[in-house]
Structure formats: structure tokens, C-alpha cells
């Protein structure tokens, strides 16, 4: 399996994040991608290749115009504001509020455009969130041309991020783009299987009104785990997306047994809906030694899930999402990949 | 004029908040309501009487039960959970998240029940909020008993939280409860005059489908100030609400000379609408000197603000709000209370 990955991604370092009332060092950091890289080597999994540079544009396709367009311009923005550090909002439009008028000035444009103080800003940032995109379409032309598999390892990840909004760790939804793509480059079905530890939120919101891109998530109970504010099992799409959009919210302390009968029955439904294309949003999250997670998966537990997802016996496109145990996530996300491989 | 004034608001002390990418003490402070309060000693504008105690339910008439019961569970709940320090949330369901399922665990639930983390806890924080809102239906009762006016020295403030959120330094809307108090005592129409530099958008939101409370908001265009998502032109109402709303966003930099034009309008709305009885929302961090805020008022002229509002004949609830210059926020808002009296 050939990898995607750009060292572009190391200018988004640095940043902080609000947990429990203070302001710390951000658990998304760029040594998740290096281990993932170096094991990637290590493991022999196959060529590591850089990205293309591929036009924004694409990503227009899942996403609010204005909102692709808000990200770059945000650094640039909070320095002439006078500040440094880490660029994040303070206050955001929940319900009785207005999200409909756009306001002016730094702090409000990120609150409107965000769910949370979590996708921070540095100088690097932009350039990692497009090279990030960049990794994500050129691992789908891989697939489009034929390889069996491809692996885009995209930091920043994306699946929180919703059609105008960022937040926990997320700006570009990397893997909803990439089956945007799929759809326009000819492809009538599309299916993702998200097994972040997290309810791929932003995936969810995307797609929620359409039946060509059916999505799949497997999570943490949003009653008690974040996002805490969607992934609940009744969320069944709206519209001509009824029936393709599907949660399996697990609770805290879930292992392999649950878990698996979980992905057994996701997989059943991306068989049954037959599609030309999969997407899988890669999280090792749920790992038991994840600092912010409260899973149980082992790291035996991994390469089963890459030999689960291979029977599928459909092009899969393996988008890396999250994952903060740092000196495991290399072991485990390769162990899904090769896993996929000896499936 | 009699001032009703608690020293439990000392309770809520050392709260931090974001600001710019980073957690600092908090602008709102205990020594503002002191410098008030000898500011009233020293003008000797009356008795400073300490408030009765009242059913919390009288704030469920304008807040939603469980968010009300919510707010003295937070600390207990944050300390249960191995924190200390400042209790604030980090998420939020803003739009493409679901805000109809309340999901559990303090942090999660802070999120549900505020729109940013400027609305932090620590110990004393809950008697801090019960005896604010004690000394606005308090000063209520003063008014309902035939004092001309009565001057509520709530804090915290209360004027941004809205029927089921806190945030912005606010958690229960003391003039908005007070409000309905006067309705729930017999009064027909109730007028709300906010003339805080912020936009009172919790007072808005609680009563914008409602034709019995007139709610007059003198402000910064949340177009570029905060709280950024409510309080432009445009919103009159809603159904029997209709035309009951009334907003004057003004620009950065704002001198009496634009402000008092506004306050005259407005005041010409509230004697129009002829209410039984007034509520001010009343801020003075319109201040030149103000550390957060961008209007350029001078202390000359937080008198004629008092006499104006006099000149409506009506009585009147003044109830404290915002305003950060702290070293000058006893001679403004005090000077708002004297003009009133000689008015
Ligand atoms: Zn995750
Ligand atoms: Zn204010």
C-alpha cells in the first residue's frame, strides 16, 4: 500500500488548547505524524510519496465557500490584530444566537466559524491544513487509478469539521472531500466508515441530506464523550440521506468483543449498500493508553480491523483522523494497514 | 434612592477567562461592586440595605428549570471530576450540532447550558449568583412598594444570559427575572432599557415573542463587538413580540453626542409604550476608559443618562450590569443614579 504524506504538516506545532479551565499544549501534535511515518518505513508497508498540490476548489465541494476561504486568512489576521501564540475564538453562535450574519474582526469570524476553542491557529497552520487536503485528493487518485488501497496520512485531521465550521483539531474534513471527490470524478455510491474514537461530527453534518455518500460511525457515547452534541443512534439522515447515515455509539470502557460486533455490523451495512468506493476515516483513539479517550481496543486489536475492513473487497481510500497515545499511534495505525493488507 | 447590596458576591473570586488565545483573570471582578458601593456611602445616595431571600423558581419564569437547577451543580460536580481552579466548558453546540439532547458529565453539560467560557464557577460562585438575583427582586419590591426608584448592586451581572445559557460574566438575567416579577405582581407592560456598552442578548432572546416586555438595547454593532451573534437593527420581535424588540448597535468610538441621541430615542419608545413600570439594565462600560469596550462616554455624562431617564416619570429598577474601568466605575454609575435623582 503507498502512503501520502507531506512534511508540510510540521508548521502546525506549537499550539495550545482550553481543557478544564486552563490553556495547555494541544495533544494534536506533529510527532503523531512522524511515528506514523516512521513505522510506515519500518514495517516496509510500501512507497512513501508526496502529495500533488491540488486546487482548493475541491474542497469548496463539501464545504461553505467563505469558510475555505476564512482559513488562510486567519493568521495573517490575528497578527495584524497585535496578537501571537495560538489563534483561537472566545464565544460562538449556540442556539439563540444568530449564525446567519457574518461578523467582522478576527476573535468573531472564529467563533462564527468554529464549534470550539479546538482547531488553533499558528503561522504554519494553513499551509498544513492544505497540504494536509492535498494528501487526502492525492491518495484518492491512487485509488481512482486502481490500486486496491491507499493510505493518505493527514495531520491536520478533518472529521469534526461540518460545512462551515472547524473545531477539535479539524479545519478541511479531508476525508469528506476526498469522497466528494470520488462522487465527481463519476463514482454513484460512496461510503465512509469512521472508526475515530470520536463521532465524526463534521462527516456527519456534510453528508446528512444525501443518499449517494453513506456514512458510518463508530464512537464513544456523545452523552458523555465529545463532541457531546451529535452521534446519537436515532440520527438516521434527513431527506433523500434517510437510512445513510448511521451511529454506533459505544460506551466508556468498550473492548475488542463490543467493539467488533460494532464494526462487524458497519461493515455489514457498507456490503449491503454496495458502494463503488470506501472511505475510512482512521482513528487509533481507541486505544486502551489514549490520554483523552476511554476505550479499551488493544494493540492485537488493530490489524483485525484492517483484515475486517479488507473483506470488503472494495477501493479504500485510509484517511488518518486521530489518535493521541503518540508512541503507540504509529504501531496501531500501521497495524490496521497492514492488517488491511494480509485481509 | 435605596441600593440593595450583598457582600456574598465575594464569594465569586480568581475566576480566569479567554481571552486572545490565552486564560487570565477575569475582568469581572469583586472590587467592582465595592468601589460602587462606597461610591454610594460617599454621595450618600441612601441606605444600603441587605436583600431578603427569594424562591429561586421566581427566575424560572423567565429561565428554563433544569438550567436553573443546573447552575449550583456545577462546582460540586467540576471539583467530583479532580479539578480545581475555574470551572468553564470547551464546547459547544452551536449550529450543526443538536441542542435538544442534554448529555451528561460537567463538562459536556457546561457547554450545553452556555454560549462561550466567559461565564466561569469557582466555590462561592452559585451564592454569589442566588443572593444577585436576591438583591434584584429585592430592589423589585421596592419599586413595587412605591419607591420612586431602587438601585439593585447586582453582580454578577445577569443581562447576557439568556432562557437556558449563561455566559459573557452573566448567569441568571437579574433584569429579566425582575421584569416578570413586576408582571407576575400585576403590571401590564414592563419596559427593559439596557444600556450596558454589550448587547443584552440572554434579556432578548427571553422575551422575543412577548408584547407584555419592551426591550430597549443601546450597544456596540455586534458586528464587531461582542457578543458578536445578536443585537443588530433587524430584530423587532417575533409574533406577539413583534415591534417589542428595539436595538441601536453603534460603532467603535462613539461619543455622547451619537449615544444620547439614541438613549433619546429609545426613551421616546418606552414612553410610548407607557409601561407600568422600568427596568435599566445599566452598565457604564460605554466609559472612555473601559478596558474591554470602544465607546468614548466621559463620567460628565453618566448624570445626564440618570437625568433622562428620570424625566420618563416612571418607576424605575436600576439594576448594575457591566463596566470594567474599575477605579472609575463607582463615580459613573453612581453619577447615573445622582442624575437620576435630580432629574
Ligand atoms: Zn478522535
Ligand atoms: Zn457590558
Known amino acids: 500500500m503507498k502512503t501520502i504524506y507531506s512534511p508540510r504538516h510540521h508548521g502546525h506545532a506549537g ?36 502529495p500533488n498540490e491540488h486546487d482548493i476548489a475541491i474542497a469548496k465541494r463539501v464545504h461553505r ?10 493568521w495573517p489576521l490575528w497578527v495584524e490584530s497585535g496578537r501571537d501564540g495560538t489563534a483561537m475564538p472566545y464565544t460562538w453562535p449556540t442556539r439563540g444566537l444568530r449564525g446567519d450574519v457574518r461578523p467582522q474582526g478576527i476573535d468573531a469570524q472564529l ?40 493510505f ?8 469534526h469539521a461540518g460545512a462551515a465550521f472547524a473545531g477539535g483539531y479539524c479545519f478541511i474534513n479531508n476525508a469528506a472531500s476526498a469522497a466528494q471527490w470520488f462522487v465527481d470524478q463519476g463514482a454513484k455510491r460512496v461510503a465512509i466508515l469512521d472508526v475515530d474514537y470520536h463521532h465524526g461530527n463534521g462527516t456527519q453534518e ?21 463532541p457531546f ?34 464494526l462487524e455490523e458497519g461493515c455489514r451495512r457498507v456490503a449491503d449498500y454496495a458502494p463503488d468506493v470506501l472511505v475510512v476515516s482512521l482513528g487509533v483513539d481507541t486505544f486502551e493508553k489514549d490520554p483523552i479517550s476511554k476505550f479499551r481496543l ?17 477501493p479504500t481510500l485510509i ?23 494480509e485481509g
Not at 241 to 259: D, H, L, Q, S
Not at 319 to 340: P, S
Request: hydrophobic share 45%.
Open 15 to 50: 499550539n495550545v488548547e482550553l481543557v478544564a479551565g486552563a490553556v495547555v499544549p494541544a495533544f494534536e501534535m506533529p510527532s503523531r505524524a512522524e511515528y506514523i511515518r516512521s513505522r510506515v518505513e519500518a514495517v516496509k508497508l510500501g512507497p512513501i510519496l508526496a
Open 65 to 74: 465557500a467563505d469558510f475555505i476561504d476564512f482559513l488562510p486568512t486567519v
Open 111 to 150: 467563533g462564527y466559524y468554529s464549534f470550539d476553542a479546538g482547531a488553533t491557529f499558528v503561522a504554519g497552520t494553513w499551509d498544513a491544513i492544505k497540504s494536509s487536503h492535498d494528501v487526502a485528493i492525492t491518495a484518492a487518485g491512487l485509488v481512482k487509478a486502481g490500486e486496491r488501497a491507499a
Open 152 to 159: 493518505a496520512l493527514c495531520r491536520p485531521p478533518g472529521h
Open 206 to 226: 456534510i453528508f446528512y441530506r444525501r443518499g449517494d455518500v453513506l456514512v458510518v460511525n463508530l464512537h464513544g457515547d456523545p452523552m458523555v464523550e465529545y
Open 229 to 262: 452534541f451529535l452521534g446519537h443512534a436515532d440520527e438516521r439522515g434527513e431527506g433523500p440521506g434517510e437510512g445513510f447515515n448511521v451511529n454506533y455509539p459505544m460506551p466508556w470502557g468498550t473492548t475488542w468483543e463490543t467493539w467488533s460486533a460494532a
Open 298 to 314: 488493544k494493540t492485537e486489536d488493530y490489524p483485525k480491523i484492517g483484515r475486517r475492513i479488507a473483506q470488503l473487497g472494495l
Open 319 to 341: 484517511v488518518m483522523e486521530g489518535g493521541y497515545a503518540v508512541e503507540e499511534i504509529g504501531v496501531n495505525a500501521v497495524g490496521v494497514l497492514t492488517g488491511f493488507e
